[in-house]
């Protein structure tokens, strides 16, 4: 390295001791890509991303950056060029009086929840430990009480970022606007090197609860018809999940859970007994109608669905298509589903405030994933496709994904408008014409 690239934080050249530790590390996925990138740096401070984005246009390098490495594809290690890993950098200030936060990247979002719920804040952040800011907020960020406060990005007021030339800039609807249009929804097809987002935060739930029901895979049709029923009554405040997995026993069956984060106890109770409106109600294997939990039960509850170290793999779609278009892949999905904790989410989300003009412009009433898991790499070829041949085998009922979950490299599928595509395409010329950051995986 020469003195104009003197980093503080450590660097790894191929090869090198250390290499494949700091490589590896960046997935959170224990199915860590066979990619393999040139270098990679450590920053510590925001001095070391922009040197490192020079160091990268003085070579002719590409850039793939990580901050908390949850996408699910490891979407930042590429072949060649630079991995600029930002994970050090996480930085959080709270402003509870002025309702503002800034992040950095690699600031874990429940981290961040707990310091807002301390002073009596929130913000809409992921539903699991360990997500972090950087690729959660730029994909869109679909957290808790997303349906309050719509997918997070919309809470994002500006980003500081290092562009394709090395320059630190910050990009806002009044300053870089076409730039800070493409940072809310691009996700890992994003241009430019964020340090630090500016958030809106709001006033923390007075209420939280949840509830359980587990039924037996005889039910799944009356279930899933009921819940797409009463899915557009459901208030904001609950999110209204089905699940398909195995249970202790390695039975399949369904699951509904409907954490509220409420306002009064009123709107709480409210919307939980709708839960027990379910016509095979009586049929439930399980039913725990209300459980008073805190912020942290929440996020463990979630967690034990995700568990660490292990094999995943993942796709998703939007949809609107009714319960009986649906069936035949709901009912594939039940008779192929491997063991526990893989799972099928069904999710509610019609119904939220209106979007503002950004890069983030695909979703639906409904929002299906599959999560394949396991923990043997002897596996990977059983279980390594199910999540993307369920997710094809559905392709006809969907709308597009979210890029939350993607897997674009091994199925493309409509993740912006084509209107939206076109002008990321656009501002990407603008902004980084020598292709510096990688793009979307599976897209040249
Ligand atoms: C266990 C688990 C639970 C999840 N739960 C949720 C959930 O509840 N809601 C939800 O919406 N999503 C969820 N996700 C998906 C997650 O939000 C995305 O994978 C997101 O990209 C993760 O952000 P990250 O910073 O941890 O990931 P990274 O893998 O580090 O980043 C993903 C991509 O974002 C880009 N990027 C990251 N940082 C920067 C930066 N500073 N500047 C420019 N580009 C950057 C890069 O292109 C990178 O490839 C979950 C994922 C996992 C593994």
Redesign the pocket.
Same mark, same amino acid.
């Given at each position: 390295m020469t003195k104009d690239f003197r980093f503080d934080g450590a660097t790894f050249t191929r090869g090198s001791d250390g290499y494949e530790a700091a490589r590896s590390a960046? /997935?959170?996925?224990a199915r860590t890509p066979e990619r393999y990138p040139e270098l990679i740096v450590q920053a510590v401070s925001e001095r070391d991303v922009a040197t490192a984005v020079r160091l990268a246009g003085a070579e002719g390098m590409s850039v793939?950056?990580? %901050? !908390?490495?949850?996408?699910?594809a490891? &979407?930042?290690v590429r072949d060649g060029g630079l991995l600029l890993d /930002? &994970?050090r950098?996480r930085d959080t200030t709270i402003d509870a009086e002025g309702m503002r936060a800034t992040v950095q990247? +690699?600031a874990p979002g429940s981290e961040t929840m707990q310091a807002l719920i301390d002073q009596d804040r929130f913000f809409p952040g992921?539903? $699991?430990v360990? /997500? $972090? =800011?950087? !690729? *959660?907020l730029?994909?869109?960020? =679909? !957290?808790w009480n !997303?349906r309050v406060h719509g997918? %997070?990005c919309m809470s994002v007021e500006a980003i500081d %970022?290092v562009t394709a030339d090395g320059e630190q800039i910050r990009a806002s609807e009044t300053e870089n606007a076409d730039l800070f249009w493409a940072a809310r929804g691009s +996700?890992?097809?994003?241009f430019? %090197?964020?340090?630090r987002f500016h958030l809106r935060i709001y006033e923390a739930p007075e209420v939280t609860a949840n509830a359980v029901y587990t039924y037996p895979l005889e039910e799944l049709e009356a279930v899933f018809e009921w819940a797409a029923e009463i899915g557009p009554e459901v208030p904001r405040f609950m999110e209204l999940m089905l699940f398909i997995h195995r249970d202790q026993a390695g039975e399949v069956e369904v699951a509904v859970t409907g954490p509220v984060l409420a306002a009064t106890e009123a709107e709480a109770a409210a919307a939980l007994a709708l839960l027990e409106t379910c016509p095979v109600r009586d049929r439930a294997k399980l039913a725990v109608p209300r459980v008073d939990v805190g912020l942290a039960d929440l996020y463990a509850g979630?967690?034990a669905n995700?568990p660490d170290d292990h094999r *995943?793999c993942v796709d998703n779609m939007w949809t609107h298509a009714p319960v009986a278009e649906l069936l035949p892949g709901l009912e594939r999905i039940a008779a192929t589903i491997p063991s526990a904790p893989s799972h099928m989410l069904w999710m509610n989300w019609g119904d939220s405030p209106e979007r503002p003009d950004m890069a983030y412009s695909v979703e639906d009433e409904t929002y299906i994933a599959c999560y394949g898991i396991w923990a043997d790499p002897a596996d990977d070829r059983r279980y390594g496709d199910w999540a993307t041949d369920n997710m094809r085998a559905m392709e006809a009922a969907a709308s597009g994904i979210?890029?939350?979950?993607e897997n674009l490299r091994n199925r493309p599928a409509r993740f912006v408008t084509e209107a939206n595509l076109a002008r990321l395409d656009e501002v990407r010329a603008k902004w980084d014409p020598d292709g510096r950051?990688?793009s979307w995986l599976g897209r040249p």
């Open positions: 960046t /997935v959170w996925n793939g950056i990580r %901050a !908390g490495g949850h996408s699910w490891g &979407s930042h /930002v &994970s950098l990247p +690699g992921g539903h $699991c360990g /997500v $972090c =800011f950087g !690729g *959660y730029l994909q869109g960020g =679909f !957290g !997303g997918p %997070a %970022a +996700g890992p097809g994003f430019a %090197a964020v340090t979630v967690h995700y *995943y979210q890029l939350a979950d950051f990688h």
